[in-house]
């Protein structure tokens, strides 16, 4: 039997919150379309109090920020970037381009083309995330994007050296200063000094999950990266502190941040309560992931472990954590989630900042059809067809014409006939 012990706010009211996030988006990307770089600075100035003289950052600026970091810091950006790089390289690798006759004298095939433009956005108003400047601009230069931009809003008043090193570092074509909704719309929409791309990627806020999803057909993007959302699968070969930190280490990033406790283990579920204010009282988010853990921390009691997959699938969190006396086995039957990160001795923050998997992963349910970033969604995969001899194109002719007429398709069929009408005179 399933009890859940804790439960999150209710569905209406995360609702209510989507539809004054989703108003406010379409209003800022409207001004941005009709107003262009004077809204984006508007904006700009409202919400990060940011309004220089260019938005985007000369060489000598890059330059600084570089400088301004310790030799150490450097070397583990360097560190963190090889170890990412290396696994894009690996899974560019599984993507071949292919051509096959398929009868004779048919041949088809595809060909994987990188997007020709991408814009980056990486988040940094309230923590200064430059691991996600690895995972997008790295992922896609490894991909063979020709132009990469990136965008990231000041820190505390000023362009975060972290993260524009790690832009720079990652290999970033162009780099700018702001942030939210009006960072990513002008990069998508472009303005009188930037032009607009093909494709926008990042993790942020609601208001910038939500600025994709407005924003999307217009542009491409990799996918919804809401708020951050973490699950922790767990029995008792695990202590309560070990999964208070594991989920309050996600629960930091923001106030409407889920996490999930899932577990076998009634010891567990009983003293996770007291573990949590524990791990608090040592953590300087406590601010934050507190109010996260309080509105939509869960703990679910199951008898099972086929009882927490059947959970671990419904809710089909971005992260997955699994403790248990036997990880794959969920490995092996888990279908819904974003990265799924196995055993005690890994964790979420590995895979978010260093260990070479992609951080940006899918949110809100988003894991039932997508993964998350990785170098094949800057590739678009295109099909070609050719036909080498007449013979081919009259048996093909012949049925496709038969085929439009079913359709009542008399332009198609004609397509077809007028090929088989020559073609069939020199056979």
């Known amino acids: 039997m399933i009890r859940y012990l804790k439960q999150g706010k209710p569905a209406q009211q995360k609702a209510e919150f989507n539809a004054q996030v989703r108003d406010t988006v379409e209003q800022i990307i409207h001004a941005i379309e009709q107003r262009g770089e004077a809204a984006v600075r508007e904006y700009s100035e409202k919400f990060d109090h940011w309004n220089p003289a260019s938005l985007r950052l000369s060489t000598e600026e ?8 310790s030799p150490q810091a450097i070397e583990d950006i360097k560190f963190a970037q090889a170890q990412i790089r290396r696994f894009a390289q690996i899974q560019l690798l599984s993507m071949r381009d292919v051509e096959v006759e398929t009868l004779p004298g048919v041949v088809l095939g595809h060909k994987n083309i990188p997007v020709n433009s991408v814009g980056c956005y990486i988040p940094g108003g309230k923590y200064p995330l430059l691991a996600s400047a690895h995972m997008s601009v790295l992922t896609a230069k490894v991909a063979g994007v020709k132009r990469v931009i990136a965008c990231a809003p000041p820190f505390d008043g ?32 472009g303005t009188e000094h930037i032009a607009p791309v093909d494709m926008i990627v990042g993790p942020g806020n609601a208001y910038v999950a939500e600025a994709k999803r407005q924003l999307y ?8 990266a809401g708020p951050t959302e973490t699950m922790v699968i767990c029995d008792d070969t695990v202590d309560a502190e070990l999964v208070a930190v594991d989920l309050l280490g996600q629960a930091e990033h923001g106030p409407t941040s889920p996490a999930f406790c899932v577990t076998t283990s009634t ?8 573990a949590i204010q ?42 997955v954590q699994v403790m248990t006396r036997d990880p794959d086995w969920f490995l092996a039957r888990m279908t819904n989630y974003g990265g799924l990160f196995l055993g005690h001795r890994t964790n979420v923050s590995y895979g978010d900042k260093v260990i070479g998997t992609n951080h940006t ?14 170098v094949g969604k800057f590739i678009k995969t295109h099909t070609y067809q050719r036909v080498l001899t007449d013979e081919a194109s009259v048996a093909i002719g012949e049925v496709c014409s038969r085929l439009c007429a079913l359709e009542h398709f008399s332009g198609h069929k004609e397509q077809a006939d ?3 009408r020559r073609l069939k005179q020199a056979l």
């Open 62 to 69: 890059i330059q600084g920020c570089i400088d301004s970091l």
């Open 158 to 189: 000023k362009p975060s050296p972290e993260i524009i090193a790690a832009m720079a570092l990652a290999g970033a074509d162009e780099i700018y200063v702001m942030g939210g909704v009006q960072g990513v719309a002008a990069m998508a929409l």
């Open 217 to 224: 057909g217009r542009v491409g993007i990799d996918l919804f």
């Open 267 to 274: 010891r567990i579920a009983e003293e996770l309560p007291a």
């Open 361 to 374: 992963l899918p949110t809100m349910g988003a894991g039932r059809y997508t993964g998350g970033l990785w």
């Open 418 to 420: 007028i090929r088989v």
């Open 278 to 319: 524990n791990v608090l009282a040592r953590l300087d988010t406590a601010p934050i992931a507190s109010v996260a853990w309080r509105d939509y921390g869960e703990i679910i009691l199951c008898d099972t472990d086929e009882e927490m997959l059947a959970e671990s699938e419904r809710i089909c969190s971005e992260h």
